[in-house]
C-alpha cells in the first residue's frame, strides 16, 4: 500500500513540476500580478466604440467646418475647466491605447485634454450622441471626473452641434424641393436586399436607352434626414415615372406591404395617374399572377429579365426612350393647362 502511495506522490510531483516549467514558457517567466492580468484582459476585449450619429454624415462640408470649431472651443474650455497635469494626460493615453484601440504612436504627441478629445473625435469614437458619456468613462478609467463646469461645456456643446446638424438638413430638404426645373424622369423602388440589382438597372438605364439627358434616381438617394413616408412623397412628387423592381424578394418582403397599405395603385388610378407606376420584371416568371402582387401582375410592365438573360435583347430600354417622351410632353402638358387656369 505504501509503495502504491509513493508511486502516486511521485506523479503528482512530476505533473506540478510540468505544470510549472509551461507556466514559465507561456509567460516567459514574467509572474502575472493582478494589475497586468487585467491589463491583459482589457487589450484582448477592448470596449465597444459606439456608432457615431448618422445625421452628421449628411451634412455639408460648411457644416463640418462650423462643428470642428464649435468642439475645438469647448475641448479646450474643459481643458481649461479641469486643469489636469501631465501626469493625468499621459494616464487618459495609456487608458485610449489599452481600451480604445489607438495606435501608441498616435498618441505620442499629445499634451493636454483637448488633444486627446480631438483625437477621439477624429477616430469617430466621439461624437454629438455621446459626448458626455464617453468624456466620463475615459476620465473613470484614469480615476479623474468632470466637474461641473466642464459638465456645462459638454451639454452647451452637444445642444449647439445639433442645432447646426438640424439647421443644415433644413436646408438641404428646402434646396431640394425648390430644384424643380426639371423633374426626375425616373424614380426607382426596391427591396432593401435588392440594392445591388437597382444599382445596376440604374447604370444599364443610363447606358442603353437612348434619351441622353435621362435622370434616374433610386429610392436610396432621396431623403436625407427624412423618414421613409417623407422620402417616399417627396420622390413621388420630383419624379415622372414611378418604376417598381419586382423580384422574388419584392414578392416576399415589407416594401410590397409598405406600397398596398398606402393604395399606390388605387391613389395613382382615381387621380388618373396610373400611367406613372411602372412595374420591372426582373426575375424570370415573377409577373406571372400568384408571384407577385395583383396590382402590379395586371399593369404593363417592362420585361427587364429578358436583357439580363441576353444582353442582345434591348426593347426594354427602347421602350422606356418611349416611356420618357411621352412622360415629359404629359408633364409639360400639365404644366401649361396648370398656368393658364391660374392666369384667368
Known amino acids: 500500500?505504501?509503495?502504491?502511495?509513493?508511486?502516486?506522490?511521485?506523479?503528482?510531483?512530476?505533473?506540478?513540476?510540468?505544470?510549472?516549467?509551461?507556466?514559465?514558457?507561456?509567460?516567459?517567466?514574467?509572474?502575472?500580478?493582478?494589475?497586468?492580468?487585467?491589463?491583459?484582459?482589457?487589450?484582448?476585449?477592448?470596449?465597444?466604440?459606439?456608432?457615431?450619429?448618422?445625421?452628421?454624415?449628411?451634412?455639408?462640408?460648411?457644416?463640418?467646418?462650423?462643428?470642428?470649431?464649435?468642439?475645438?472651443?469647448?475641448?479646450?474650455?474643459?481643458?481649461?475647466?479641469?486643469?489636469?497635469?501631465?501626469?493625468?494626460?499621459?494616464k487618459l493615453t495609456a487608458s485610449l491605447v489599452a481600451k480604445w484601440m489607438i495606435s501608441e504612436e498616435?498618441?505620442?504627441?499629445?499634451?493636454?485634454?483637448?488633444?486627446?478629445?480631438?483625437?477621439?473625435?477624429?477616430?469617430?469614437?466621439?461624437?454629438?450622441?455621446?459626448?458626455?458619456?464617453?468624456?466620463t468613462s475615459i476620465l473613470q478609467d484614469a480615476d479623474l471626473e468632470l466637474n461641473k463646469?466642464?459638465?456645462?461645456?459638454?451639454?452647451?456643446?452637444?445642444?449647439?452641434?445639433?442645432?447646426?446638424?438640424?439647421?443644415?438638413?433644413?436646408?438641404?430638404?428646402?434646396?431640394?424641393?425648390?430644384?424643380?426645373?426639371?423633374?426626375?424622369?425616373?424614380?426607382v423602388l426596391y427591396s432593401e436586399s435588392d440594392f445591388e440589382k437597382a444599382k445596376l438597372c440604374q447604370e444599364n438605364i443610363?447606358?442603353?436607352?437612348?434619351?441622353?439627358?435621362?435622370?434616374?434616381?433610386?429610392?436610396?438617394?432621396?431623403?436625407?434626414g427624412q423618414t421613409i413616408f417623407e422620402a417616399f412623397e417627396q420622390g413621388m412628387e420630383s419624379s415622372i415615372y414611378v418604376f417598381v423592381l419586382v423580384t422574388e424578394s419584392f414578392a416576399a418582403d415589407g416594401l410590397k406591404r409598405f406600397l398596398a397599405g398606402i393604395g399606390l395603385s388605387a391613389n395613382l388610378q382615381r387621380s388618373n395617374k396610373l400611367w406613372r407606376l411602372v412595374p420591372v420584371w426582373v426575375d424570370p416568371g415573377i409577373n406571372e399572377r400568384g408571384k407577385c402582387p395583383l396590382e402590379f401582375s395586371v399593369l404593363q410592365g417592362l420585361h427587364y429579365n429578358r436583357f439580363l438573360e441576353d444582353e442582345l435583347d434591348t426593347n426594354c430600354f427602347k421602350n422606356i426612350d418611349r416611356l420618357i417622351k411621352k412622360g415629359r410632353k404629359k408633364i409639360m402638358e400639365e404644366s401649361l393647362a396648370r398656368a393658364t387656369k391660374e392666369h384667368e
Open 1 to 90: 500500500m505504501s509503495k502504491e502511495i509513493g508511486t502516486a506522490v511521485g506523479i503528482g510531483v512530476l505533473g506540478l513540476g510540468l505544470g510549472y516549467i509551461s507556466y514559465r514558457l507561456l509567460t516567459n517567466g514574467v509572474s502575472i500580478t493582478k494589475e497586468n492580468f487585467f491589463d491583459r484582459k482589457q487589450k484582448i476585449k477592448p470596449t465597444v466604440l459606439p456608432r457615431k450619429d448618422r445625421r452628421v454624415d449628411k451634412v455639408c462640408k460648411t457644416t463640418y467646418e462650423k462643428i470642428t470649431q464649435v468642439e475645438t472651443q469647448c475641448f479646450k474650455g474643459i481643458n481649461t475647466a479641469l486643469r489636469l497635469g501631465g501626469r493625468d494626460v499621459k
Open 106 to 135: 498616435e498618441m505620442t504627441d499629445l499634451v493636454t485634454l483637448s488633444d486627446v478629445l480631438l483625437k477621439m473625435r477624429s477616430h469617430g469614437i466621439l461624437g454629438p450622441v455621446n459626448y458626455q458619456e464617453v468624456v
Open 149 to 187: 463646469k466642464a459638465e456645462e461645456l459638454l451639454i452647451l456643446l452637444k445642444d449647439t452641434v445639433m442645432d447646426h446638424i438640424e439647421e443644415d438638413i433644413r436646408q438641404q430638404r428646402t434646396v431640394a424641393q425648390n430644384s424643380e426645373s426639371r423633374k426626375i424622369d425616373i424614380y
Open 206 to 224: 443610363c447606358r442603353y436607352a437612348s434619351t441622353s439627358d435621362i435622370k434616374v434616381v433610386l429610392m436610396d438617394d432621396m431623403g436625407h
